[in-house]
């Protein structure tokens, strides 16, 4: 398995800015990472 190009503390910064209203679409964009990727993260993230 390829090990991701983000950190941990990067992913819940990306996740960060969807809970604080950000489009996710444009968060993506600013990320270089698919809407599919984002949800993931998300699904996985504890809490």
């Known amino acids: ?3 991701s190009k983000f950190t ?3 992913k819940a910064f990306i996740i960060k800015q969807g ?3 950000t489009p996710v679409a ?3 964009r600013k990320a270089g990472i ?5 949800f993931n993260w998300k699904k ?3 809490g």
């Open 26 to 28: 444009e968060i993506c």
């Open 1 to 3: 398995m390829k090990a």
């Open 8 to 10: 941990d503390a990067q």
């Open 19 to 21: 809970e604080d209203g």
């Open 34 to 38: 698919s809407q599919a990727t984002y």
């Open 44 to 46: 996985k993230r504890p």
